[in-house]
Structure formats: structure tokens, C-alpha cells
């Protein structure tokens, strides 16, 4: 079945870098566009960026520019999402989804992965 | 881009109606017939419930419906049950550079 799995919690220091990964099985990777979405506890959905999976251009919120890098792996179908220069307001859940358009994005995430746990405390 | 505006919290009895708003701009909302909802249990990632303003993914009961007029889109639950109880977020393509801007949520609680 269609399913993205991610990696496990992570518990980083202020100033540190987290990687999460994203394993996509069950279609073809390249053809869809990979997003990655944060939730801060108590809060809504946030959109940080997109990945091709096939070309691996990016297009980042303006909010996260210069902080996040998605890159993709796709021999092992894999997309991941670094965010360096960690602060305590990037505590949160971190997910990847998957855009339900082939080759097209913003029409709508239907698949997501189970989300990553990131804490940032000293 | 500011986050579409949602009520806090709505509510119905089993086998009522509820219906939640999501309102945009001219920019997001009114701009484009891609706006998406969501549903999210606590604890578990959001699903999507609605896309392209009223489409239905496959699986989903057509309990749920989705509609638009102006800034302002709609979700509606029809013939509540239990499960539908959760957090609920609207979603709105905003651009290139924005394909998503999600709403405030709202919470729905069946009475």
C-alpha cells in the first residue's frame, strides 16, 4: 500500500541541526511532489517547502529560506528535511505528505507520513 | 500570509449537521478552486478529507462535503457519528510560493 515512514524522535540542543527522513513506498516516488509540513504543539499545520522527487528542485516558505534543505534519495526512495540553526520555537511534529497530483502540487496532500518529533531544549 | 480564519470550536449531536467556515482572501480562498481540508485525531497526521473544493478522495464517506462562495469556503458533516470528532484545518493554494496556507482550526465535537 502507499505509505511514507519516517524517522524516529529526535531531541536536539539549541544551535544544533536535525535531518528526518521520509521513506516512500508503494508508487513512484518521482512522479509526485513531496511537501513538508510542521505542526508546533497546540497549533495548526505549517507548510515549510517542496521537493521533486525527479528533478530535485525545491521551493522553500519564505519564513524557512536559508535554514531548511530537502533533498531526495532516489535510488532508495527517500526524501529528507535538515533544519539547521535549531531554536526552542522549532519544537514540533514534523511530517512529510505527499502532493495526490502526479508531476503537479497544491492541489492537496494525501498522503503523510507518521511524523517526526522534534524537541529543541538545553 | 496570514492563516485562513476558522471558528475555534463547533459542535453537534449524532446524527446532526455541522458546518465549519474557512475564510481567506481574494488572494488564496477567493483566487483559486484549490482549497483542501483536513481531519487530524489527536496525536495522528492530519487526512484529507476534501480537495479541489469539493472533491471526495476515495474512502472518504460523502457525509463530508465542501463548498465555496467568494473568500469564504465551507465544510459541512452530515449525519454526525463519533468519529468525527477531531481537529479540522482548511487549506488554500496562495501561489507558487505558497501552495498551502492552512487555517486556524477548528475543534468538532460531537455532543
Known amino acids: 500500500q502507499v505509505q511514507l515512514v519516517q524517522s524516529g524522535a529526535e531531541v536536539k540542543k539549541p544551535g544544533a541541526s536535525v535531518k528526518v527522513s521520509c521513506k516512500a513506498s508503494?508508487?513512484?516516488?518521482?512522479?509526485?511532489?513531496m511537501h513538508w509540513v510542521r505542526q508546533a504543539p497546540g497549533q495548526g499545520p505549517e507548510w515549510m517547502g517542496w521537493?521533486?522527487?525527479?528533478?530535485?528542485?525545491?521551493?522553500?516558505a519564505q519564513k524557512f529560506q536559508g535554514g531548511v534543505t530537502m533533498t531526495r534519495d532516489t535510488s532508495i526512495s527517500t526524501a529528507y528535511m535538515e533544519l539547521s540553526s535549531l531554536r526552542s520555537d522549532d519544537t514540533a511534529v514534523y511530517y512529510c505528505?505527499?502532493?495526490?497530483?502526479?508531476?503537479?502540487f497544491g492541489y492537496g496532500m494525501d498522503v503523510w507520513g507518521q511524523g517526526t518529533t522534534v524537541t529543541v531544549s538545553s | 500570509q496570514s492563516a485562513l480564519t476558522q471558528p475555534p470550536s463547533a459542535s453537534g449531536s449524532p446524527g446532526q449537521s455541522v458546518t465549519i467556515s474557512c475564510t481567506g482572501t481574494?488572494?488564496?480562498?477567493?483566487?483559486?478552486?484549490?482549497v483542501s481540508w483536513y481531519q487530524q485525531h489527536p496525536g495522528k497526521a492530519p487526512k484529507l478529507m476534501i480537495y479541489?473544493?469539493?472533491k471526495r478522495p476515495s474512502g472518504v464517506p460523502d457525509r463530508f462535503s465542501g463548498s465555496k462562495s467568494g473568500n469564504t469556503a465551507s465544510l459541512t458533516v452530515s449525519g454526525l457519528q463519533a468519529e468525527d470528532e477531531a481537529d479540522y484545518y482548511c487549506?488554500?493554494?496562495?501561489?507558487?510560493?505558497?501552495?498551502?496556507?492552512f487555517g486556524t482550526g477548528t475543534k468538532v465535537t460531537v455532543l
Open positions: 505528505a505527499r502532493d495526490l497530483m502526479f508531476g503537479g
Open positions: 487549506s488554500s493554494y496562495a501561489g507558487y510560493n505558497i501552495p498551502y496556507v
Open positions: 508503494g508508487y513512484t516516488f518521482t512522479g509526485y511532489y
Open positions: 481574494s488572494s488564496d480562498v477567493g483566487g483559486y478552486d484549490y
Open positions: 479541489e473544493v469539493t
Open positions: 521537493i521533486n522527487p525527479n528533478s530535485g528542485d525545491t521551493n522553500y
